[in-house]
């Protein structure tokens, strides 16, 4: 049996350690693993995937792209019958899902700042065609605002350490600099750290940083990174066993959906 995978870029950190993930779950079970790779976030483009698993004629789909409600609607009718699992929409989207909730991630490193007495607070999102980055955008800010707060600055990367350098250049010469920065993903944080340290501001002295996703890298970086973790090992193995128990081999039990919790990983560049 063989196990489908749509993908968004493969070259970023976290889709590559899920995929990862998912691999390694699978040929336990004794499945295989096809990848089909979008190279830009358009439903066409995912369309085109999809339909390159099914010219495989795999037995299940895993879609790792990110997708509004409409979208995904529209690729689960394109699967007909074949199961299809989702893991990048929203969790209010009516289709079989397993999901980090963005509303937790969002909150826990919102609450963490503020605990410790940050009050000009920048944020840097990915980039917004992406829905989980929308909603861990809208994450911050409610979180924010129920404490009366508005982010000091707000600049949007694509989710690579290199966008991660040139906005938070951005974010430091506007006219409130800011003690804390939250951003959506470890590896803008990485180059934010850069752009930090290059403007000669000290981590966490002067500055503060929080990533999100917890990659493996992360706990590496200099200092050592405070983020959000999204435990992509466990996504990646429960992605696979549900998507293996609604095979048609299973004769289709209930589809149940799941949100997975987030948690703070606090190590050395928040205080
Ligand atoms: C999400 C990551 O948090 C982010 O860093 C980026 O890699 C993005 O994927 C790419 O789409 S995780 C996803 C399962 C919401």
Known sequence: YTLGLATTE??????????????????????N?????????SLSACRTAVNELMSQRVDGVLINVPLSNDDAGAI???CGDLPVLFLDVDPQAEVFKILF???????????????????????????????????????????????????????????????????????????????????????????VLRAVHEYGLRVPEQISVV???????????????????????????????RLVDHLHIHGDKQQSSLLLPTSLVERHTTS
């Open 33 to 41: 693993v096809v990848i089909s790779m979008i190279d830009n976030l």
């Open 211 to 241: 990533g999100y996703d917890d990659t493996e890298d992360s706990a590496f970086f200099f200092p050592p990174l405070t983020t959000i973790k999204q435990d992509f090992r466990l996504l990646g193995h429960e992605s696979v066993n």
């Open 101 to 191: 909730d963005p509303h937790c991630g969002a909150e826990q490193g919102v609450e963490h700042l503020l605990a410790l007495g940050h009050q000009k607070i920048a944020v840097l999102t990915g980039p917004l065609e992406s829905i989980s980055a929308r909603l861990r955008y809208e994450g911050w800010l409610s979180t924010l605002a129920k404490h009366q707060i508005t982010p000091c600055a707000v600049q949007h990367g694509d989710w690579s350490a290199a966008s991660g350098y040139q906005q938070a250049l951005l974010l430091l010469n506007q006219p409130v600099r800011p003690t804390a920065i939250l951003i959506a993903n470890d590896q803008m944080a990485l180059g």
């Open 76 to 78: 689960a009718q394109l």
């Open 10 to 31: 493969l070259a970023l950190h976290a889709p590559s350690q899920i995929a990862s993930a998912m691999k390694t779950r699978a040929n336990q079970l004794g499945f």
